[in-house]
């Protein structure tokens, strides 16, 4: 590799908005980030999926109008 031309490569921490602590490698310091795979909806789980009725159904539905 050249000399000068590539960023320092580390270990550095990424620190979650649930409290969620990873200790990995990158050529950033300290990293925050809002949602990791501890507390993203999709890897927990609790993924809504609403696949019944469309908007119509919905504003209908929340109103008493059915």
Known sequence: MKE???PEYAET???CACGNVLEVGSTK???KVDVCSKCHPYW???LRQE???GRAD???KKY???
């Open 44 to 46: 927990t789980g609790n």
């Open 13 to 15: 921490t990424i620190t």
């Open 29 to 31: 310091k300290d990293i």
């Open 64 to 66: 008493g109008l059915a």
């Open 58 to 60: 919905k504003f209908k």
């Open 51 to 53: 696949t019944v009725g």
């Open 4 to 6: 000068g031309l590539h």
